[in-house]
């Protein structure tokens, strides 16, 4: 759970969003929605007027912004750890995410671990970027609620006890659009209707193992933004649907792996980050200059495992 604190509200921790651990390695390394940082930085550290302002892609000036957000501890995770009665409050000390989210709603985000705490404890949610039916139920997770009220003399997002409002909904992808409405990169649409706070949560699915009657829980997707439908309404339900970021999009995402800078589909096919099925381990991503600008794209493995 991202919770966050604005100094015009000196006495209140805030939940802005929610994320899950893809990986336990020298940080805890974890999914989110890109858009839960830009939007607190452009709460609490709006941009400065000037000429330039209204162009889309200010991205030093997001940088900036982002970097005051985070040193100033105006943000930092709530997270629990396997078996554990309460959580801790983990730093934020690595972010990959785009400036403008509206590009590509995935982020990752690096949360430091404590010397004493034991990773064991800490659980990774598998990758997941096989197809999957659109027949079969998925669920979304995340925080709706919580934070937190500061006494006198308290410092902002100290250690202490804070209040989490957990969330599970169960539904269905409906389809894959290539051009949702409001975003630029292709999105799946769910029907289930999204709370403040879901952003960044995994949407899930529900894999068969080769041990009979049992299954696993494996994140295909990132929660992004709820979408207004019109979908016929029985009891106890409630309208809208869910614009929900692909996880394979996110691959080509760079985090710092022991000091190495490295992509995520690299750190799943050197198995460094858990990850379910083949095709998240068979394409490589390649970063190129076009025009002077930066562009990923991926290409299938020569080594990849199932020989394709």
């Not at 995770?77 to 801790?88: F, N, Y």
């Not at 949360?111 to 990774?124: E, K, Q, S, T, V």
């Not at 290539?178 to 706070?197: F, Q, T, W």
């Not at 800078?261 to 460094?272: C, V, Y």
């Amino acid at each position: 759970m991202f919770i966050g604190h604005d100094p015009a509200a000196p006495n209140r921790a805030v939940v802005l969003g929610s994320g899950f651990i893809v990986g336990v390695l020298d940080t805890l390394i974890v999914a989110t929605a890109s858009h839960i940082f830009t939007w607190w930085a452009d709460k609490i550290h709006p941009s400065a007027t000037h000429a330039l302002r209204g162009l889309v892609g200010d991205r030093d000036d997001v940088i900036g912004r982002l970097q005051a957000v985070i040193l100033n501890h105006r943000i930092a995770a709530c997270v629990t750890p396997k078996g554990a009665l309460s959580g801790i409050l983990l730093p934020v000390v690595g972010l990959a995410i785009n400036s403008n989210p509206r590009d590509l709603d995935i982020g990752f985000v690096q949360l430091g671990i404590p010397p004493d705490a034991d990773r064991g404890n800490f659980r990774a949610l598998p990758i997941d970027a096989d197809p999957f039916s659109f027949q079969d139920p998925v669920l979304m997770a995340g925080y709706v609620g919580g934070g937190r009220e500061y006494s006198i003399g308290e410092q902002p997002l100290d250690a202490g006890v804070y209040e989490q409002k957990f969330a599970v909904r169960a539904g269905r992808v409906g389809e894959l659009v290539k051009e949702p409405d409001g975003h630029r990169s292709a999105m799946y649409r769910v029907n289930i209707p999204s709370l403040p706070g879901m952003s960044g949560g995994p949407l899930i699915a529900l894999r068969s193992t080769e041990s009979e009657g049992l299954s696993i829980a494996t994140a295909v997707g990132v929660i992004s933004s709820s979408r207004l439908g019109s979908p016929i309404l029985l009891n106890h339900c409630e309208e809208g649907e869910t614009w929900v970021s692909p996880i394979v999009l996110g691959l080509g995402r760079k985090v710092s792996i022991n000091g190495n800078p490295t992509t995520i589909g690299d750190a799943i096919h050197d198995s460094t980050i858990p990850a379910y099925g083949a095709r998240a381990r068979r394409f490589e991503f390649i970063r190129e200059e076009s025009n002077g600008v930066a562009v990923t794209t991926f290409r299938e493995r020569d080594d990849s495992p199932d020989g394709r």
